[in-house]
């Protein structure tokens, strides 16, 4: 298996609401990421998880709480948004060693009402 | 500053020419640099990967090239298909942070019949 999977592809909320995007792969990789991307524009990164444990915040707001609760899986909870939230949000993985290639995942569209 | 400039902007070219498209980066030390694919609303795809020692990586219709002393990089795409027309960005991975990479704004392409 050489790819990474997200779900859902879309997901509209209103900004009360609680959502949660999922990331999975099976490539044996232990480091995942979380990248949000608006439209014409490059892919944002907002955390990396490295063996599990959270190695990189970019100072994202905490409206967006990231969970990794084992090797394969990466979870992205979701309250409290804002419409200008709304993106396509990427999960991406790696090997975890250094200069590893990053394999990105088809991406959840969300949008905030 | 660490940055990752792409030209043009935009490019529309008939199905079977070729093209080239540009890349200039200030990152520093310089680790690696990737060409990605990407289709509207879906996740980047890796074209290829090329390190310092590395002049030119092909992938199928894909042809790369890296100058690492004037930091430029291209990719051409030979005999053009309506399936290339996506977004191409260039990513450079510098040595002091492996897992944050720094990514152009992208050249959208668009193939037409």
């Known amino acids: 298996d050489t790819e990474v999977t997200q779900t859902p592809k879309h997901l509209v909320m209103g900004m009360t609401n609680k959502k949660s995007l999922k990331c999975e792969q099976h490539m044996g990789h232990r480091a995942m990421y979380w990248y949000k991307q608006k439209a014409k524009k490059p892919p944002e990164l907002m955390f990396v998880?490295?063996?599990?444990?959270?190695?990189i915040n970019e100072s994202v707001p905490s409206r967006f709480s990231p969970e990794c609760p084992n090797s394969s899986l990466l979870n992205l909870h979701l309250h409290a948004l804002q419409p200008e939230d709304s993106a396509l949000y990427l999960c991406?993985?790696?090997?975890?060693?250094?200069?590893?290639?990053?394999?990105f995942g088809p991406g959840t569209r969300l949008t905030v009402l | 500053k660490n940055q990752v400039e792409q030209s043009p902007q935009s490019l529309i070219i008939l199905e079977g020419k070729n093209c080239t498209l540009q890349?200039?980066?200030?990152?520093?030390?310089?680790?690696?640099l990737r060409w990605y694919k990407q289709d509207t609303g879906r996740g980047p795809v890796s074209l290829t990967i090329?390190?310092?020692?590395?002049n030119t990586k092909s992938n199928g219709r894909y042809t790369a090239t890296l100058d690492a002393d004037t930091k430029q990089s291209s990719l051409h795409i030979t005999a053009s298909q309506l399936s290339d027309s996506a977004s191409y960005i260039c990513v450079v991975s510098a040595l002091w942070g492996a897992q944050k990479l720094v990514f152009g704004q992208g050249t959208r392409l668009t193939i037409n019949p």
């Open positions: 991406a993985s790696s090997g975890g060693q250094g200069f590893d290639e990053q394999f």
């Open positions: 998880y490295s063996y599990e444990k959270l190695s």
């Open positions: 090329m390190t310092f020692s590395e």
């Open positions: 890349c200039n980066y200030t990152v520093s030390p310089f680790s690696n």
